[in-house]
């Protein structure tokens, strides 16, 4: 198997921070990892390092073969970025942007300007065309960065939270987007704060916290490892809490978590839920609620790290980007 | 595979690459030269979508000679026709020093702004980001410069020299722009955000080009005074100026005007790209 994206051991410290603890991923060619993690774990100080931004402390990586450090015009010739801070610039239209970067590439003049066409159509942004970035949507916005990307056809392309802060309907029409770049071989590595969109996306995912890598392998394996869905009871009276306690630890197989009045416990088996009704039907428990939803990200750090996500804020200043 | 209903008008059948496949080791200079001339033309046609900025640049100037050669021309000298012959060349080097406010406001912006990692992700230059922006600063400078050469010349401003001479001075206020851009550079880098830079403008720029002889001569100064205006090279450089297109001295002041650029570029150059390094 061939990798278009192998590191080892990166590490990369702002001042005091540590960005990057010493990071190791590998992503075969053709298919997409995600990189999971919450604010300010070091998802983008890597995609940073990977796509030659920032020069790693220490240890090594490869992009489609060659050296991030030493080889860095050769790996910005294969790759695309699309992040948070990797931005087309809003003051030009779509069109400008586009033949910008299709001019810098040394693409000519004509070819540029019928490369922005085609990407603006195939984008659905061609009515846009002509309108400066600062007035479209949020979801037109991204479809441009990611079109700003593709215009020197990359092979490997980073995609840094493609869908943070859009709506589902921008989000689901993002995923399908990227789909279609796998469906034409483009090696993705895609970071996210999302459980689902790693999910939907990734052949593989690595989660990472405080820079450190805390889980690998793919969507189900790693589900099955921190329960994919939490059970949560609530019983009508609050004497029955350990009642439903017990009732829920003998048949989930784990210690359940009270939080106010309700139960809640990791599970992976959906038929669980019918076992759980009848047992505590029989104990004459009522129920006020009985829910089993989707892990949240914050559930699955729980479980691998035994702390919870931290809170959406301090990113930038921990991945240092401003002064 | 899931679908949704969101319809997408492409297909897996991409166009062939545009981009040769084979893999460069670097840029060579003629290629870095041509990004250089992209991201310069990027930064002039940002004017056309904010003809704000074409005020900025514009208005800002007339207003200075207007307001100075009306409202003090008339106190200081005898006529304002007569103030316009001491203060043009002054003028246009304390609004020099303002248009080069530009480079380092729009290159905050673009790191600020996440445009300048997007460029750098790209296989062109390492320095075409930064000599594409000081390029197009340029033809901004070269524009306001004749722009207030016109206004001076319909206000009654008159050469004393030659046109050989105004052209030398023109050369030597562009150079010397050329220089100080490296001032604004490391103040774009450094500061947090784009009105940081402009506060820079206000609070450096604005006593520094007024503590000189662009307004007023020298001796009506209290004598405390006089030495800090004489050194400071925004008088160096008008009276450099004046030399070549009214009257006065040439070969001191434009020597020092010659040596204080280098010095300020020798200086701000190196600090500007260490700290752009350590930035992005």
Same mark, same amino acid.
């Given at each position: ?323 | 595979?899931? +679908?949704?209903? !969101?319809?997408? @008008?492409?297909? #897996?059948?991409?166009? =062939?690459?545009?981009? /040769? ?32 900025e074409l005020g900025d640049f514009s208005i800002q100037p007339i207003i200075f000679v207007l307001l100075f050669t ?14 316009l012959?001491?203060a043009m060349p002054g003028i246009i080097v304390m609004n020099m020093f303002f248009v080069t406010m530009y ?8 790191? +600020?702004?996440? !445009?300048?990692? @997007?460029?750098? #992700?790209?296989?062109? =230059?390492?320095?075409? /980001? ?10 901004k400078q070269a524009w306001s410069i004749v722009l207030l050469l016109v206004v001076g010349f319909i206000l009654?401003f ?15 206020i562009?150079?010397?722009a ?31 080009t007024?503590?000189?002889?662009v ?66």
């Open positions: 198997m061939s990798y278009a994206i192998q590191a080892e051991g990166l590490v990369k410290r702002f001042g005091e921070t540590t960005a990057l603890a010493g990071i190791d991923l590998t992503v075969p060619t053709g298919t997409v990892l995600g990189l999971l993690g919450p604010n300010g774990a070091g998802k983008t100080t890597a995609v940073r390092v990977l796509a030659t931004l920032l020069s790693p402390d220490e240890g090594r990586a490869t992009v489609g073969g060659y050296d991030v450090v030493e080889q860095g015009h050769q790996v910005r010739q294969l790759i695309g970025l699309t992040g948070q801070y990797a931005s087309v610039d809003e003051t030009l239209t779509g069109t400008e942007n586009l033949v910008l970067i299709a001019r810098l590439l040394g693409i000519p003049r004509d070819r540029a300007k019928a490369r922005a066409r085609d990407l603006l159509q195939e984008f659905r942004l061609d009515d846009a065309a002509n309108r400066a970035v600062k007035t479209y949507s949020g979801g037109m916005r991204r479809r441009l960065d990611l079109a700003a990307s593709l215009v020197g056809n990359p092979r490997i392309l980073f995609l840094d939270e493609p869908t943070t802060g859009l709506d589902p309907v921008a989000r689901l029409d993002m995923w399908d987007l990227v789909r279609l770049l796998v469906a034409d071989g483009v090696t993705v590595l895609l970071t996210t704060q999302y459980l689902d969109e790693a999910d939907e996306l990734a052949d593989d995912l690595v989660v990472i916290d405080h820079g450190k890598v805390i889980a690998t392998g793919s969507p189900d394996h790693l589900k099955a490892q921190v329960g994919a869905q939490s059970l949560v009871v609530r019983p009508a009276r609050a004497e029955h809490l350990e009642v439903v306690m017990s009732v829920v630890r003998d048949l989930a197989q784990v210690e359940p978590e009270v939080q106010g009045e309700r139960v809640t416990a990791a599970v992976s088996d959906p038929a669980l839920v019918p076992a759980v009704v009848r047992r505590l039907d029989d104990e004459g428990v009522i129920l006020d609620e009985l829910t089993l939803r989707s892990a949240s990200l914050d559930e699955v750090f729980l479980t691998l790290t035994g702390h919870r996500a931290e809170e959406p804020e301090g990113e930038r200043d921990k991945e240092g980007v401003s002064a | 595979m899931t +679908t949704t209903d !969101v319809s997408l @008008r492409t297909s #897996s059948n991409r166009p =062939a690459p545009d981009r /040769p496949q084979d893999i460069k080791p670097r840029v060579t200079p003629v290629e870095g030269l041509r990004q250089t001339l992209t991201l310069a033309w990027r930064t002039l046609i940002q004017i056309r979508h904010n003809p704000w009306y409202v003090f021309g008339g106190a200081i000298a005898d006529s304002p026709t007569e103030y012959q001491y480079v380092g406001q729009g290159l905050n912006m673009d790191i +600020t702004k996440g !445009v300048f990692d @997007r460029l750098r #992700s790209l296989p062109i =230059a390492r320095w075409a /980001p930064l000599s594409g922006r000081i390029l197009a600063d340029m033809v009654g008159r050469l004393g020299t030659s046109v050989a001479g105004l052209a030398a001075a023109f050369l030597l562009m150079f010397f050329l220089c100080f851009s490296w001032v604004t550079v490391l103040v774009g880098v450094l500061a947090a955000d784009p009105e940081k830079v402009q506060l820079f403008g206000f609070t450096v720029l604005f006593p520094v007024f503590l000189s002889a307004f007023v001569p020298i001796e009506t100064m209290p004598g405390w005074l006089q030495p800090v205006v004489k050194a400071n090279p925004v008088t160096i450089l008008s009276d450099a100026a004046r030399g070549l297109m009214v009257e006065g001295p040439v070969a001191r002041p434009l020597l020092l005007s010659l040596i204080w650029a280098v010095a300020i570029a020798a200086v701000f150059a190196p600090l500007s790209v260490r700290a752009l390094r350590r930035r992005v």
